[in-house]
């Protein structure tokens, strides 16, 4: 079992950054990727960004060159970059771990991007 705990997320003007950041605790043995989901209302929830226990990352298009992924595999933590926010960026982003091929979900941090 997993648990899983964020910080971050508010209200950022066109432009800006924003810095989320995660850290599991539990059976983090077991945790095999780690990673962001974000989901915007009326939408279906979509894979943001993920790391791989051997360091591979992926991005959802939209976000690749914006936003960046970073994991400490030791601390059991990872990170989430978000710069040059757009206003389309506007999610609920959750937190998650792979744990034996079960997805593990944090509460979800509010981002909203707007002037």
């Known amino acids: 079992q997993v648990q899983l705990v964020e910080s971050g997320g508010g209200l950022v003007q066109p432009g800006g950054s924003l810095r989320l950041s995660c850290a599991a605790s539990?059976?983090?043995?077991?945790?095999?990727?780690m990673g962001w989901y974000r989901q915007a209302p009326g939408k279906q929830r979509e894979l943001v960004a993920s790391v791989s226990n051997g360091g591979r990352s992926n991005y959802v298009d939209p976000v690749k060159g914006r936003f960046t992924i970073s994991r400490d595999s030791a601390k059991n933590t990872v990170d989430l970059q978000l710069n040059s926010l757009r206003p389309e960026d506007t999610a609920v982003y959750y937190c998650?771990?792979?744990?034996?091929?079960?997805?593990?979900w944090g509460q979800g941090t509010q981002v909203t991007v707007s002037s």
């Open positions: 539990g059976s983090t043995f077991g945790i095999t990727a």
């Open positions: 998650y771990a792979q744990w034996i091929g079960t997805d593990y």
